[in-house]
């Protein structure tokens, strides 16, 4: 089809020629991502096998200091005159040889199982007669399995590159090149210097981010929750049964979890997307009235909405819940004294109400985030694409339509997406406001999952998770950590559709 | 349309007393829309503001009573209650929150500005990597991971509650995933700023200390502001990492126990205003003085994404 017939066709007939021609699309889009998986194997392997081909050459066509490198790391570097970084090497091969030899091989011996025995009473000659000793921990050994492991990566990862270096250090000598030490640490404050500017904040982010994260992966194959709790009681592999336990509906009563996780599920995505939404034009709209030219004190205004950035969210949140209370709140009585209403109205716990009150409340919290974003943008947008159009005789919305809410979602696009993905995970406005609750109620009789104790209708998955693993009794750390993967799934997911689009919005750079 | 009242007709456009009558008329129509826009703004002040009126003056009530949105009776005994109580040692509370706040600014500004710099400035390999790895990383709800954090540290402390010490740690360690901002700033100093530096004997420090910082005021403030707001606002890492002890709590935590501990909904309100006006006025003091710089940052941010 041309374009000049696709253009001659109606808007309905568009829609459905487009989406008749994403089907059509599918099969040839899954052909050529099918023709491509080889030749990405096959790369991959090519790179793959580069560090073998290295090592062998080193191996081969070395002299017997790069091939002595092989067994002590960093000899070829410090006989060649880079003494310190070949003694580095060493030493941190030293290091790792001695954890490994004392600690490591121990802990990773017992991943299997996790431990055998968490204690064991001994009698001793003083009172009280006997004591506890803690053996197996399955916690520290799991905890200390990644590190042994990442360690041991990084100790590979240095051990090929020490000998690689030798290799080069050696073949450099043979055309009467000279190594130094000068030379390779003037390198990390010119080439090498991102090692050394990165070297404190990814220390840190595998310590205290990649490596709980690891962790807490694993442990949704596990039955760890705090009825287990270590050193007193052991912990162990259950393979898939959390998720069974959660999803799989042949388990006694997981339909109920099914049914409520479906139900948080659908609120958590309504609830960012009417939370990015509404803040979005709203906000937006707020901008637009302050930035009218014959609208004085603007900065009046703008600070007077700022207030709700500048006081701490926690304050302003637990504030409003109590204001809203259904027994001591003020909003109930001032609606009772104007006689709006007779009885009060539970604001926080009646289903759809608390829903909608929490909505409302975000764009309260909201507005005053994308009026500051806007304000800017807005007075970016070029005047004469105004003036033209009121000289062809837009009304205010066409232009609004037409003119600021194309320029400003084009420049906004990431930022929107940034707040979607947030709102997902927004823990502070649900768990301050309504704490989750309404709870939801079955029918008695019914036993109910311990996984859905104290889940309530108001509850995102961010806040069902910290409901399971710190507030209930007892924590169910497994589940939480199934919940979480959820979690990152959705977030994932939505981000890489989200993101796509938006690129190819980017690239049509329709305002520059 | 006739031909009397088109523009084809000469008359028509010579004919000045139209075209006031027409300005007249759209003069009105804007008076009327400055006035509608003014009431609209006058209410949602009021919206804006009315929570902390409320929050200021239940602050000073002598008691908690609902159906009063003024109180009957003032006093200054509930901003003295902050020092005096024993159950809820509020002042300590606030100075966990403030050295909390002040040592992770310190070390989240300079890890964020290293980060941002570096994967803004320099090219290596593996560059892209880490910021797919932070991307992916951030998608995980960072949370579950200190649950994790929480129990090995109270391994560590010998089964006793971690101290303020930990929540430090916690938050300086994850700072590199917030270099998204810093670096679309860093992307907008022009390159050959860095070109004349090393032209004149300068390395990559000379370019970070006499270009980058100079030039990057507006977002090392805007770093500041955000890296000692956020600790003082979190609930959610506080108070998974507070424990029973309450010596260790941050306000946050305090506040939120206080007022929803049960039987305390009424007694112990004004206590919990006070607590919160006293904790929002440095807050806000900052906010006010360095505004200008915050909106520099996240209008950036939101551009560039």
């Known amino acids: 089809m041309t374009k000049v017939e696709y253009l001659s066709m109606s808007k309905p007939l568009r829609i459905l020629y487009k989406i008749g021609s994403f089907f059509k699309s599918i099969p040839l889009a899954i052909w050529k991502f099918l023709k491509k998986i080889p030749f990405v194997i096959l790369k991959l392997l090519r790179k793959a096998t580069i560090p073998f081909i290295t090592l062998k050459d080193a191996l081969v066509y070395g002299d017997w200091k790069v091939r002595l490198s092989f067994l002590v790391c960093g000899f070829g570097e410090f006989t060649r005159k880079q003494v310190v970084r070949g003694v580095l090497v060493l030493l941190l091969q030293i290091c790792f040889t001695v954890y490994f030899s004392v600690f490591g091989w121990k802990m990773l011996a017992n991943l299997a199982d996790l431990g055998y025995i968490a204690s064991a009473e001994v009698p001793i000659n003083t009172p009280p007669y006997t004591r506890n000793f803690y053996l197996d921990n399955s916690l520290l050994i799991l905890l200390y399995s990644i590190v042994t492991i990442i360690f041991a990566l990084i100790m590979i990862y240095l051990w090929y590159n020490s000998i690689r270096n030798s290799y080069v250090l050696y073949k450099n000598e043979q055309i009467g090149k000279e190594a130094s030490d000068k030379e390779y640490l003037a390198s990390y404050v010119g080439k090498k210097y991102q090692n050394i500017l990165l070297s404190v904040p990814m220390v840190g982010l595998v310590l205290f981010t990649i490596i709980p994260m690891i962790f807490m992966i694993l442990i949704g194959f596990t039955n760890y929750t705090s009825d287990r709790l270590t050193p007193i009681k052991l912990f162990d592999w259950v393979g898939l049964q959390t998720y069974a336990n959660l999803f799989a509906s042949k388990v006694s009563n997981s339909n109920l979890i099914i049914q409520s996780f479906l139900h948080v599920i659908t609120w958590t995505l309504i609830w960012a997307f009417f939370a990015t939404f509404t803040n979005y034009f709203l906000g937006m709209v707020v901008a637009m009235l302050i930035n009218k030219k014959t609208i004085k004190l603007k900065k009046l205004w703008r600070t007077i909405l700022v207030t709700t950035i500048a006081v701490p969210q926690f304050v302003s949140l637990l504030l409003i819940s109590r204001m809203f209370d259904e027994s001591y709140g003020v909003v109930n009585e001032i609606l009772k004294s104007l006689g709006l209403i007779k009885k009060s109205i539970a604001f926080l716990s009646t289903f759809p109400i608390t829903n909608i009150v929490i909505i409302v409340v975000n764009i309260w919290i909201g507005i005053p985030y994308t009026m500051l974003i806007c304000t800017g943008i807005l007075m970016n947008i070029p005047e004469d694409l105004y003036e033209s159009a009121k000289i062809d005789g837009a009304s205010p919305f066409k232009m609004y339509m037409k003119i600021t809410l194309p320029y400003m979602l084009f420049i906004t696009g990431p930022y929107l997406i940034s707040q979607f993905v947030g709102n997902i995970n927004n823990f502070n406005v649900i768990y301050l406001l309504s704490k989750g609750g309404p709870n939801f109620t079955f029918k008695p009789g019914v036993t109910v999952p311990t996984q859905l104790t104290g889940l309530g209708r108001s509850d995102l998955l961010i806040t069902w998770i910290y409901k399971m693993t710190i507030t209930n009794n007892p924590k169910d750390y497994a589940s939480g950590s199934v919940m979480g993967i959820c979690i990152f799934v959705i977030v994932a997911f939505l981000s890489l559709i989200l993101y796509n689009r938006s690129s190819s919005v980017k690239n049509e750079e329709d305002f520059q | ?305």
């Open chain 2, 1 to 305: 349309m006739k031909y009397k009242d088109s523009i084809y007709n000469p008359d028509f456009i010579r004919n000045s007393s139209h075209k006031k009558k027409h300005t007249r008329s759209m003069k009105a129509v804007s008076k009327i829309g400055t006035g509608a826009t003014y009431i609209i703004l006058v209410v949602i002040s009021f919206i804006w503001l009315i929570p902390f009126v409320y929050l200021l003056l239940q602050s000073f009530a002598v008691k908690f009573e609902p159906e009063y949105f003024i109180p009957r009776e003032f006093t200054f005994n509930n901003y003295v209650q902050l020092f005096t109580d024993t159950t809820y040692p509020f002042w300590k509370w606030y100075l966990n929150s403030f050295i909390i706040a002040v040592v992770t600014t310190v070390f989240q500004t300079i890890l964020v500005l290293l980060t941002a710099y570096s994967l803004s400035r320099l090219r290596f390999k593996g560059r892209q990597a880490i910021m797919n790895l932070i991307l992916i990383l951030g998608m995980f709800p960072g949370f579950l991971g200190m649950i994790c954090i929480y129990n090995i540290l109270k391994l560590f402390c010998g089964g006793n509650e971690p101290s303020i010490f930990s929540i430090i740690i916690i938050y300086c360690a994850n700072s590199a995933m917030s270099y998204y901002i810093a670096k679309g700033f860093f992307d907008t100093i022009p390159k050959s700023l860095d070109e004349a530096v090393r032209i004149d004997g300068g390395n990559n420090n000379t370019v970070f200390w006499k270009v980058i910082v100079p030039m990057s005021k507006p977002i090392i403030i805007y770093t500041i502001l955000i890296s000692f707001t956020t600790p003082w606002g979190d609930f959610m890492l506080a108070s998974m990492l507070a424990g029973l002890k309450t010596s260790n709590w941050t306000v946050a935590v305090g506040l939120q126990t206080i007022i929803n501990t049960i039987g305390n909904e009424t007694k112990m309100f004004p206590f919990f205003c006070a607590g919160g006006v006293v904790v929002s006025i440095p807050i806000m003091a900052l906010f006010f003085w360095l505004q200008k710089y915050y909106v520099e940052g996240i209008a950036g941010g939101a551009v560039k994404g």
